[in-house]
C-alpha cells in the first residue's frame, strides 16, 4: 500500500496520497520494523535514481513523511520506553537492561546483518532464494524469464530515447532481498514483503509476451497447475478423508469452469491467468479449510490453550513442556512449574505435562488429554491416516488433588 501511494504521488502529486502512503509506512514498521520504512524506500529511490529524476528525490515534500511516520509509531515507542528504557533492572533474552526502542530501531532488523543480535540459526546466504523456488509456485515458471526480461531492459533503457519504463518493482524485489538475505537469522516468511514486487513484474512480462509464449511454457504450467490439483485431491481423500465434503464438488465445478474458459477466451493473457489462478485457489481452500485445521488439532499447545480459555481455568502451569501457542489461546501468560515448586503448588492447581513427566507430579487428576505431534516437521508416517498413531504423543492437563 505504501509503495503504490507513493507511486502514486510521483504520478500526480496529490498530497492525499504522500500522507496516506506515510500513514501505511508507520503501519507496516508496526508490523515489520524499520524494514516496513527500507523496503518502500529502496523501491521508490532505486526508481527515480535510475530514471535520473534529481529534482523530485530532493523535493522537501518528501519531509512530510518524517511527523506523520512519527506519530503513528508514537504509541508504541512510548510502550517500548516505559518497559524497557526506564527499568534497566530488566534482563531479556540474557540481555541486561536492554533499550526497547534500540531493539525496535537498531537490533532487531539491522543487527542481524552487523552481528550486534545474538539471534542466529546458522541459516545459508541462499536460504531465501530457495523459499522463493517454493513459494512462487506455481508463478516460478512465469517470475524466471520475466525477471531476466526486466534486467536486459535495465540495461538497454539507457541508451533509449525511452526513459518511462518502471523500477520501482525491480529496485523493490533485488535490493530488499540482498539486505534480507545478509541477516544472521532467516525464517522463510520474512521474504513475503518483496514478493508483490516480483508478481508485479511477472504481470508487466505477462501482458506484453503472452500472445507470443512458446507452447512448451504452456504445457508446462497446465503441468504446475494439475500437480497442485492432485496434491488437494490427495488432502481431501488421502490425508484428512471426510472434511469438508462439498469442497470437492467445488473443486469440480472450478475444474470444469477452468477448461471452458481455456477454449472460449480470445485473450491471450486470461488464457494464463484463469487457469493458474483456478489451480491456485482450490489448492488454497483445500489448505486454508482442511490441511491446516487438521494438522493444527495435533498441535497441542494450541489445543489446551483454547480449552484452558474456553473452561476459564486459573492457576494453571506447564511442565517440562512448553510453547508459545499455549500463551497465545489461553489469552495469558502460564507460567512454569519447576521441580523446586512442584510441592509448593495448592490443591486444585492445573499443570500440562507430558506422560513421561506425570510420575513427578504430586497426587493429581487427568482433566483432559490432548494429541500431540511437531506439526513443523511433517512425515509420511503421519500424512498416512492408518500409520499416524505411530507419530502421535499424548500431552495433559492435570488437577492437584
Same mark, same amino acid.
Given at each position: ?8 504521488f510521483l504520478k500526480t502529486r496529490r498530497l492525499t496520497d504522500l500522507f496516506l502512503g506515510a500513514v ?17 524506500? /529502496? ?9 535520473? @529524476? ?6 522537501? =515534500? ?37 533499550? !526497547? ?21 546458522? =541459516?545459508?546466504? $541462499? ?5 522463493? %523456488? ?46 534480507l538475505s545478509f541477516s544472521g537469522y532467516k525464517l522463510p516468511h520474512y521474504i513475503f514483503p518483496v ?16 500472445? #507470443? ?8 504450467? %497446465?503441468?504446475?497447475?494439475?500437480? %497442485? ?13 471426510? /472434511? ?6 467445488? !473443486? ?39 490441511? $491446516? ?13 483454547? $480449552? ?20 497465545? $489461546? #489461553? ?6 512449574? =519447576? ?29 483432559? @488429554? ?32
Amino acid at each position: 500500500l505504501a509503495v503504490w501511494l507513493l507511486s502514486s504521488f510521483l504520478k500526480t502529486r496529490r498530497l492525499t496520497d504522500l500522507f496516506l502512503g506515510a500513514v501505511c509506512i508507520g503501519g507496516a514498521m508496526l508490523a515489520k520494523g524499520p524494514l516496513g520504512l527500507f523496503i518502500p524506500g /529502496v523501491a521508490i529511490g532505486t526508481h527515480l535514481l535510475l530514471r535520473a @529524476e534529481w529534482k523530485k528525490i530532493f523535493d522537501p =515534500t518528501w519531509l512530510i513523511v518524517i511527523p506523520v511516520v512519527a506519530l503513528v509509531l508514537a504509541p508504541m515507542c512510548y510502550g517500548l520506553y516505559t518497559q524497557f528504557d526506564l527499568h534497566p533492572e530488566k534482563e531479556v533474552y540474557g540481555l541486561k537492561g536492554p533499550s !526497547g526502542l534500540g531493539f525496535y530501531f537498531w537490533t532487531q532488523s539491522f543487527g542481524r546483518i552487523t552481528g550486534e543480535s545474538n539471534w542466529s540459526n546458522n =541459516t545459508p546466504w $541462499y536460504f531465501f532464494l530457495m523459499t522463493m %523456488l517454493w513459494d512462487l509456485q506455481p508463478w516460478l515458471i512465469l517470475f524466471i524469464p520475466a525477471f531476466f526480461n526486466r534486467i536486459k531492459n535495465l540495461f538497454s533503457f539507457r541508451s533509449s530515447a525511452n526513459n518511462n519504463a518502471e523500477w520501482i518493482s525491480l529496485g523493490g524485489l533485488v535490493i530488499s532481498f540482498i539486505a534480507l538475505s545478509f541477516s544472521g537469522y532467516k525464517l522463510p516468511h520474512y521474504i513475503f514483503p518483496v514478493f508483490p514486487f516480483a508478481f508485479v513484474i511477472i504481470a508487466s512480462w505477462l501482458m506484453q509476451y503472452a500472445a #507470443s509464449l512458446p507452447r512448451w511454457l504452456e504445457w508446462l504450467q %497446465l503441468a504446475i497447475i494439475h500437480i %497442485l490439483l492432485f496434491a488437494s485431491g490427495l488432502v481431501l481423500f488421502g490425508v484428512f478423508p471426510g /472434511v469438508h465434503i462439498w469442497l470437492p464438488f467445488i !473443486g469440480i465445478m472450478l475444474y470444469a469452469l477452468m477448461w471452458w474458459w481455456r477454449f472460449n477466451a480470445a485473450d491471450a493473457v486470461d488464457k494464463w491467468l484463469l487457469p493458474s489462478l483456478t489451480g491456485i485457489l482450490i489448492f488454497q481452500l483445500t489448505l486454508g479449510l482442511v490441511f $491446516y485445521p487438521q494438522l493444527l488439532s495435533y498441535q497441542s499447545t494450541s489445543q489446551a490453550g483454547k $480449552y484452558i480459555e474456553q473452561q476459564k481455568l486459573e492457576r494453571v502451569y506447564w511442565y517440562r513442556k512448553y510453547g508459545f501457542a499455549l500463551d497465545y $489461546y #489461553s489469552g495469558r501468560v502460564i507460567p512454569e512449574a =519447576t521441580d523446586a515448586s512442584l510441592d509448593t503448588l495448592s490443591s486444585g492447581s492445573i499443570i500440562f505435562v507430558a506422560p513421561d513427566a506425570l510420575p513427578d507430579i504430586p497426587p493429581h487428576k487427568i482433566i483432559k @488429554e490432548f494429541d500431540d505431534f511437531k506439526v513443523t516437521k511433517l512425515n509420511a508416517t503421519f500424512l498416512m491416516p492408518s500409520r499416524r498413531g505411530e507419530k502421535v504423543k499424548k500431552m495433559y492437563l492435570v488437577r492437584l488433588e
